[in-house]
């Protein structure tokens, strides 16, 4: 139980911490565009660092990165108190520095979750139930952030989670596994994977062009912070309900059926008319997120001897797409309204789709 409550508490911290940063961008005076800006730094930085520390903890081990990952997150996470207006003298905050203290905290973020999830393999542990407490601690934090309602407070719950995860990393037991050679640009392994990489970037890019603005797009719809935080805590609590289901199941099929489901959500996204229309497609969403996410780490797991590096890239897939995405919305958003970056998704993961098939085909 120990790596999934870090699991969850380390999710936990994330999604309170996340879920207002446009709003908090916002008040500070950055348009559309400049919160896409904000947004892409922090995941550019996450993927570096899980690029880098994926690889590292095949290469030095698991729990050393969990507990420098831990550790530092739950300092660079109260680092964001400074970026409230709220705690500081107003003529301090500045969305530049909300973008430098993001990249920080993001960059810390990288560092730790591939070595949890292949500890948790090599424990032959479910994967999906573990993946399932970063689901609840998602839908805790979102329903807490929306509780508490102001961003230091959030910030401040951040890194005590982040805290309190950091102690119980020390009484992990340890778990022998072996020490690879893996080359710092893994080539085969790209090749060896590339049908999950490229459609899972094609459909998180896709996703992350309306997540930069989603908040403000619930917002418009009529939702306050309290139902902002609902919304994304529907998703989220489902996902805790569905993921520990998905073991069972064929990991190229799980994909599969991800894909098609964001088709459908994506598309659904641009029918609402009112927050509440958002409540149903929220279990939708949550039920593509659960099958892609869960089928691709059980893919990558069952597929490479490189474990944590494969997890790694995957995870930096994930923060490169939200890079791509956070800027590629934002613009968007500015240029043609909100409705536009969901046809944009959609699209983007109809060719995600055809890209798996295809690959999988030629595969056998």
Known sequence: MKPSLIQ?????ALSASLLFIPNLAKDLGAND???GMIVAVYAFAMFIASYIFGRASDVYGRRLFIRLGLGICTVTFLLQIFTDPYFIAPLLADPWLLALVRSLAGFSLGIFP???TVYVYDLAEPIGKFTSFGALGWAVGTFTAGLIAFYYGVFILASLCFLIAFAISFTMKKVESPSLKVPFFPKELLKRNWRVYI???????GANTIW????LFIASLGGDKFWIGVIYTVNTATQFVVMPFLDRFDAK???SAGLLLAIITFFSFTFAQSFLHLLPMQVLLACSW????VGSLLYLMKNNVEKATSSGILSSVINLSQVFGA???GAVAQLFGFRATMYLAAILTIVGFGLFRAGNKKSG
């Open 199 to 205: 459609p899972y970037m094609l459909r998180h890019t």
């Open 290 to 293: 659960s099958s892609m996410y």
């Open 114 to 116: 591939a070595a949890l």
């Open 212 to 215: 930069v603005i989603y908040p």
């Open 33 to 35: 565009a400049q919160i």
């Open 327 to 329: 800027l590629l919305g």
């Open 8 to 12: 969850f508490l380390s999710s936990l």
């Open 253 to 255: 099929k799980s994909i």
